[in-house]
């Protein structure tokens, strides 16, 4: 019988052998990306003697035309009750209309870590000449920063309000036809979320964390973070770090270290196996993890993950790309890699590789769609389904 996923006072997950996953099939792509990823993932989960009982809470398109809402109420109640769910990509209005629904998810069950691994797989085509040097887990804080949703439209009642105030009491002097937002960053949410990364960056034993800000101009926020960040590695793991002008050659200890933000976008092209895992705010994040899946085959083939305490939606990192949806021609690796990583988060780490040595080696075969064939003079180009069907049929093979 299926069961529910439960965690204890430490937030640490108790898996059954028979768990009930929540999924959102998504907009656009998403349905198809979800049939292509679905039974690889129950296979993978069967062949190591467990079985995913999926079920579907809607959101999006699907949940308009059905509740009248994008994302009802029962929808938030059962990811947060069922703990780990996966979806697909919800459409996101810009400028104007409602508000990003996966922010909304995001902060609803305060899931304050994004969490982006960027992996070289052979076979994918890329625009930097050694691809395979990048290897790197980003943590980004998921629930401040520009995510705070804090601005106002210019010559708004708000903005006119913000700027007399910052004018009266603060001294600036702003144009009344400014449009103003705030960039809140606090200690507490720097801090778990550096925590969260230490702790995985020490697990998976990797080298070093990387501290990414842009502290040399914005002091009091971007700064803190930066010292927020070496408090916690400081305070709480003494003897398992070490800081950067510290550190010791050969050094047994997880190095903790800090770029600026547009130098660190420099140093993953000139030097990127130098980074193992990196904690950021979340503009940085947003930024980063983009350029960094762009060196190894673009979001087509990059998978994600939104944790909290006790909870995690995995998602696609890319796009609902609307204008690609039912021709049979979008790529589900992000997705089914973002159920590899789901997998391995309920602590099936042998059902998870099966999966990831499954797309790896389809794609060494030049199994390609066509975001990446057309990279490659003279690639063939195969569909959604016909994709799916190639590493399904890898992962029965395993």
């Given amino acids: 019988m299926p069961e529910l996923i439960t965690a204890d006072e430490f937030h640490d997950l108790k898996v059954p052998r028979n768990p009930i996953v929540p999924f959102i099939e998504g907009d656009g792509v998403g349905p198809e990306l979800w049939r292509a990823a679905r039974p690889i993932l129950e296979d993978a989960s069967r062949k190591t003697g467990r079985e995913i009982s999926f079920l579907e809470v809607p959101a999006g398109e699907k949940a308009v035309k059905k509740a009248g809402s994008p994302l ?26 409602i508000r990003s629904l996966n922010v909304a998810i995001r902060q609803a069950l305060d899931l304050y870590a994004c969490v982006r691994p960027v992996t070289y797989i052979p076979g994918v085509p890329s625009p930097v000449k050694r691809p395979e040097l990048v290897d790197v887990v980003i943590f980004r804080e998921n629930t401040e920063d520009v995510y705070a949703g804090l601005e106002w439209a210019a010559e708004s ?16 002097n702003l144009s009344p036809e400014t449009a103003l ?42 700064g803190a973070f930066r010292r927020w960040g070496y408090e916690v590695a400081e305070k709480e793991f003494p ?38 895992a990196v904690a950021t705010p979340n503009l940085n994040g947003d ?91 003279g690639a063939k180009s195969f569909g959604t389904r016909e994709f799916a069907e190639m590493v399904h049929k890898e992962l029965q093979a395993l």
Avoid: C
Wanted: glycine share 10%; hydrophobic share 40%; no cysteine.
């Fill in 287 to 377: 930024y980063l993890s983009d350029a960094l899946a762009a060196q190894t085959g673009g979001l087509g083939v990059s998978p994600g993950a939104n944790i909290g305490d006790g909870l995690a939606v995995f998602e696609a990192t890319h796009g609902t790309a609307p204008k690609y949806a039912g021709k049979n021609i979008a790529n589900p690796t992000s997705l089914i890699l973002s159920g590899a990583l789901m997998l391995e988060h309920l602590g099936w780490r042998d059902a998870g590789f099966l999966v990831r040595k499954a797309v790896a080696l389809s794609l060494g075969k030049g199994i390609l769609t066509q975001d990446l064939a057309r990279q490659i003079p």
């Fill in 157 to 172: 009642p708000e903005a006119e309000a913000l700027r007399v105030f910052l004018q009266e009491k603060l001294g600036t």
């Fill in 181 to 222: 937002g705030l960039k809140p960053m606090s200690a507490f949410r720097s801090k778990r979320l550096v925590r969260l990364a230490l702790k995985w960056a020490l697990k998976e034993r990797r080298p070093s964390l990387t501290l990414v800000h842009k502290g040399n101009i914005m002091k009091y926020t971007e």
């Fill in 72 to 97: 009802p109420q029962e929808t938030l109640e059962a990811l947060r009750r069922h703990r780990v769910s996966i979806k697909g990509p919800l459409a996101t209005p810009v400028g104007g209309g």
């Fill in 239 to 276: 003897q398992e770090t070490v800081t950067e002008a510290l550190a010791q050659d050969p050094e047994t200890r997880l190095i903790v270290k800090d770029r600026i933000a547009d130098n660190m976008f420099m140093q993953t092209l000139l030097r990127p196996a130098e980074y193992s």
